[in-house]
T-cell receptor, first 113, second 117 residues
Framework: AQSVTQLDSQVPVFEEAPVELRCNYS??????LFWYVQYPNQGLQLLLK??????LVESINGFEAEFNKSQTSFHLRKPSVHISDTAEYFC???????????FGKGTKLSVIP | DAEITQSPRHKITETGRQVTLACHQT?????MFWYRQDLGHGLRLIHY???????NKGEVSDGYSVSRSNTEDLPLTLESAASSQTSVYFC????????????????FGPGTRLTVL
């Protein structure tokens, strides 16, 4: 069965410290990978995506994620977080041949001043 | 600018009532999806549609129905609301042109918070 596992449900981190949000997937077919962010009381917004090519992808606000096929992972990192990064982050994937997304259960990132 | 809207944003209803949540997108996307978001479960797919007159069941479809009469709208109906359907509901849409999978980015609405008493 295809699935996404986000290993941490909550991650507290001090402002300006680095953070890593972990995501592992299980699929028997090629996948496309996504990270979405949900700010309080809002819908989900795409943060970054891996479709093909370079395994390291970046967002406009300093996040990056690396696709690791051998470890079936797509961890999200930021070298220095801001208060404004406080949100819930969802990892998702789509198998080749499908328009559906399978979401992880989410990781709540809390940035502490 | 293209967008996806949901209405109402908040709804309180009673057990047994029929409720319809609206979703409208101006992206001209063929694909539309309904999810529910619950603490500890993330987002779970309720129903989805790949075009007009096409509807499909998702992971948690029991007690819900959808219909697609045009490209822009995919209303979600709770036939007889139950307390277990108290949740936040999100509608999303995506393109379907090109290779399947290449355009899988989904655009989300702001959500509807539904409370069933």
């Amino acid at each position: 069965a295809q699935s996404v596992t986000q290993l941490d449900s909550q991650v507290p981190v001090f402002e300006e410290a680095p953070v890593e949000l972990r995501c592992n997937y299980s699929s028997s077919v090629s996948v496309y990978l996504f990270w979405y962010v949900q700010y309080p009381n809002q819908g989900l917004q795409l943060l970054l995506k891996y479709l093909s090519g370079s395994t390291l992808v970046e967002s406009i606000n300093g996040f990056e994620a690396e696709f690791n096929k051998s470890q079936t992972s797509f961890h999200l990192r930021k070298p220095s977080v801001h208060i404004s990064d406080t949100a819930e982050y969802f990892c998702a994937f789509s198998g080749a041949g499908s328009y559906q997304l399978t979401f992880g259960k989410g990781t709540k990132l809390s940035v502490i001043p | 600018d293209a967008e996806i809207t949901q209405s109402p944003r908040h709804k309180i209803t009673e057990t047994g009532r029929q409720v319809t949540l609206a979703c409208h997108q101006t992206w001209n996307h063929n694909n539309m999806f309904w999810y529910r978001q619950d603490l500890g479960h993330g987002l779970r797919l309720i129903h989805y549609s790949y075009g007009v007159q096409d509807t499909n069941k998702g992971e948690v479809s029991d007690g819900y129905s959808v219909s697609r009469s045009n490209t822009e709208d995919l209303p979600l109906t709770l036939e007889s609301a139950a307390s277990s359907q108290t949740s936040v509901y999100f509608c999303a849409s995506s393109e379907s042109r090109g290779s399947v999978g290449v355009y899988n980015e989904q655009f989300f609405g702001p959500g509807t918070r539904l409370t069933v008493l």
